[in-house]
């Protein structure tokens, strides 16, 4: 879940013209300094509680094996086909525009990523997660709980069948919303190998006023995190389709976020 419970009274004071002229000052010293960078911001001012979401002092070096001993391990046999279609786990149909995401996890030579583990996790239609934490007064569908997971095949690929989340309320600042987005984790091998991202869908009016999206600060690596709509994946009187690739390694690799949890 990405909604933050901010610890300042005074967090979501600002405005959202403040926030987006912090925003733009950011980014003007970044393009004025001439260099790249594609992962996110441990601080970043306009989202007000990144201070507070990474670690402050040295981490302590765990032993992975040992770790390891008492973690789950997946398979394909821990992991049913039907957990792909989050349109499915109940009773009825869930409500909002269905949609079929898919695309292929490669490393950075452009090879597949086999049997990977990929697990995601959204809001509904209204913008509302299944969670006690989220009480905006947005309803909830006991159709959809807006969680699901699958394994990559062969070839890389991963397709998931969902309902497309709608923006939602935070309280960084006055009249903060959050894109549309959808909560992506990938398990390697071992426990300890887990990566997590978002993923956004085109042309979202709120991209320029979210800081969790402005705290990656070069375009070119906030767009490797944005779907492409795709007719050919799109189903005739069914659902929209929409197509994301996910790079692991490499100087193309998606935004992940970091070990220290942002952003989220």
């Not at 201070?51 to 981490?59: A, N």
């Not at 984790?185 to 999206?213: K, V």
Request: charged content about 25%; overall charge negative; glycine content about 6%.
């Amino acid at each position: 879940m990405t909604r933050i419970l901010n610890t300042d009274p005074d967090s979501a004071s600002a405005s959202q013209a403040g926030i987006t002229k912090e925003i733009a000052a950011i980014e003007s010293a970044y393009q004025q300094a001439g260099i790249e960078e594609t992962q996110p911001r441990l601080d970043y001012a306009p989202y007000r509680s990144s201070l507070l979401r990474h670690p402050t002092r040295e981490l302590q070096h765990a032993d992975p094996e040992t770790l390891e001993l008492w973690s789950p391990v997946f398979g394909a046999r821990d992991v049913d086909k039907l957990e792909s279609d989050l349109t499915i786990q109940h009773n009825g149909e869930p409500i909002g525009e269905r949609a079929l995401v898919t695309g292929r996890i490669v490393d950075g030579e452009g090879r597949p990523v086999r049997s990977q583990l990929v697990e995601i996790w959204q809001a509904n239609a209204a913008g509302r997660y299944v969670h006690k934490r989220d009480q905006h007064p947005a309803p909830l569908d006991p159709n959809f709980t807006g969680v699901g997971r699958c394994l990559t095949d062969d070839d890389g690929w991963y397709k998931f069948t969902t309902i497309k989340p709608g923006p939602y309320p935070w309280k960084n600042h006055h009249n903060a919303w959050r894109p549309a987005h959808i909560h992506f984790s990938l398990f390697g091998t071992e426990f300890t190998q887990r990566m997590i991202t978002q993923m956004y869908f085109p042309g979202d009016p709120l991209f320029a006023l979210d800081p969790i999206y402005q705290s990656i600060t070069d375009q070119k690596a906030r767009d490797r995190l944005v779907a492409s709509y795709d007719h050919d994946v799109t189903t005739h009187e069914w659902c929209t389709g929409y197509r994301w690739d996910i790079v692991l390694t490499g100087s193309d690799r998606t935004t992940f976020e970091n070990a220290e949890g942002e952003p989220r």
